[in-house]
């Protein structure tokens, strides 16, 4: 199996209300629209696989559970930032799918189908405790970190979490959430759904 390492700064939006019960429940919960929409995008800083630098690139794993998540049959799609060549597509397409290993490996067993690759400009920003990520016009959402008040500038984070991306996640308000790509469909500007942001380091 194929080494590879990479490390940068990830955040999602979700159609759950706050906060997410996949979190607290360990994924046996049911969605609190009863199927899950989710946009996990990841900024990658620094990482490369088999010699085939990624510094600077950015994807996003598009999912939908039609129920629990820990019940499986999730539909992924993956995007992938256009500025990626056909060998920085290939091997993240492996990282992203658990392919080559690391922490996506052990959410493999729940797909149960593959939608599809988009290639898409992608832009991916933070200001503070603020992030937005825009997938051209398939995807385009925002986040607003729960500040904490023992830790001003900090956000309330919850830890010791069943999460591919990190064991430690940052509590968000989704402020903007807007997703039409592989037949995931949902728009949202209440302010009242889940969102969560963390650092991230993978390797395999």
Not at 65 to 91: C, F, K, R, W, Y
Not at 107 to 128: C, D, N, S, Y
Not at 156 to 164: K, T, W
Request: glycine share 10%; charged share 20%; with cysteine.
């Amino acid at each position: 199996m194929a080494g590879f390492s990479i490390k940068g700064q990830y955040m999602e939006t979700c159609n759950c209300t706050l906060l997410c019960p996949c979190i607290w429940s360990n994924l046996t919960a049911r969605p609190t629209e009863g199927a899950c929409d989710a946009a996990v995008a990841m900024r990658i800083d620094e990482g490369q696989k088999d010699g085939v630098k990624l510094d600077g690139l950015a994807f996003v794993v598009m999912l939908h559970s039609p129920g629990p998540m820990g019940q499986g049959n999730l539909t992924v799609g993956l995007i992938v930032d256009e500025a990626a060549n056909d060998q920085q597509v290939e091997a993240i397409r492996t990282i992203a799918t658990g392919e080559a290993g690391g922490p996506m490996a052990a959410l493999a067993p729940l797909v149960g189908k593959i939608a599809g690759i988009e290639k898409r400009p992608i832009r991916f920003t933070q200001q503070g405790l603020n992030f937005t990520l825009t997938a051209g016009e398939l995807v385009d959402q925002a986040c607003e970190g729960l500040e904490s008040a023992v830790k001003p500038g900090e956000a309330i984070s919850i830890d010791n979490v069943a999460h591919p991306v990190n064991s430690r996640l940052s509590l968000a308000r989704a402020t903007r959430s807007k997703f039409h790509a592989f037949g995931i469909d949902w728009e949202d500007l209440t302010g009242t759904r889940n969102g969560h942001f963390a650092p991230f380091s993978w390797q395999a």
